[in-house]
T-cell receptor, first 113, second 116 residues
Framework: RKEVEQDPGPFNVPEGATVAFNCTYS??????FFWYRQDCRKEPKLLMSVYSSGNEDGRFTAQLNRASQYISLLIRDSKLSDSATYLC??????????????FGSGTRLQVQP | DTGVSQNPRHKITKRGQNVTFRCDPI?????LYWYRQTLGQGPEFLTYFQNEAQLEKSRLLSDRFSAERPKGSFSTLEIQRTEQGDSAMYLC??????????????FGSGTRLTVV
């Protein structure tokens, strides 16, 4: 079982739709969580960190449920420019020193006009 | 400073050849990471450096792979006797780490390796 799992999609949605991505992690000692965005043949870029209290950045809302080991990303009012792969990321385990990122396989979003 | 720089952007090599990639991190960053990404997968951790010290290597990093960061600045990743399974995007990232936290984690654009 992978340490971070995501539905690979693709999610095909019309412009203006609300779309939600889910992610689960297997190591309960995981500490920090993020959503990254990756455009085709480009490097991953940080979209937002994920906090237990939930956090919002414009049209994007991220939630963390530690009890269920579950992370979500909600995108409201989808734009064509949101089309990308969204990677769920965790820093696994108690070793804060390492700070290497463990990525899910990504969920592909295609927003259609 | 324009961020993390990786060279070359693309490399095509014949099976059995050796290849070397270079990463120039953000200048004040003390941590440097190498990841590998294959099609349809997220990046996978390979190794990382704190200054010039290589502190961890993933089991993905076979004996054919070696990485260096000789002066704590740029890093090289060498693959010897390349195999077709080595074809992937090799990503470098850097960050400033202190107090058990990481700041400014930034990826380079990657080197895409194709082994034919």
């Amino acid at each position: 079982r992978k340490e971070v799992e995501q539905d690979p999609g693709p999610f095909n949605v019309p412009e203006g739709a609300t779309v939600a991505f889910n992610c689960t992690y297997s190591n309960s000692a995981s500490q920090s969580f993020f959503w990254y965005r990756q455009d085709c043949r480009k490097e991953p870029k940080l979209l937002m960190s994920v906090y237990s209290s939930g956090n919002e950045d414009g049209r994007f809302t991220a939630q963390l449920n530690r009890a269920s080991q579950y992370i979500s990303l909600l995108i409201r009012d989808s734009k064509l420019s949101d089309s990308a792969t969204y990677l769920c990321v965790a820093i696994i385990g108690m070793d804060t020193g390492r700070r290497a990122l463990t990525f899910g396989s990504g969920t592909r979003l295609q927003v259609q006009p | 400073d324009t961020g993390v720089s990786q060279n070359p952007r693309h490399k095509i090599t014949k099976r059995g050849q050796n290849v070397t990639f270079r990463c120039d991190p953000i200048s004040e960053h003390n941590r440097l990471y190498w990841y590998r990404q294959t099609l349809g997968q997220g990046p996978e951790f390979l190794t990382y450096f704190q200054n010039e010290a290589q502190l961890e290597k993933s089991r993905l990093l076979s004996d054919r792979f070696s990485a260096e960061r000789p002066k704590g600045s740029f890093s090289t990743l060498e693959i010897q006797r390349t195999e077709q399974g080595d074809s992937a995007m090799y990503l470098c990232a850097s960050s400033l780490a202190y107090g058990g936290r990481s700041y400014g984690y930034t990826f380079g654009s990657g080197t895409r390796l194709t082994v034919v």
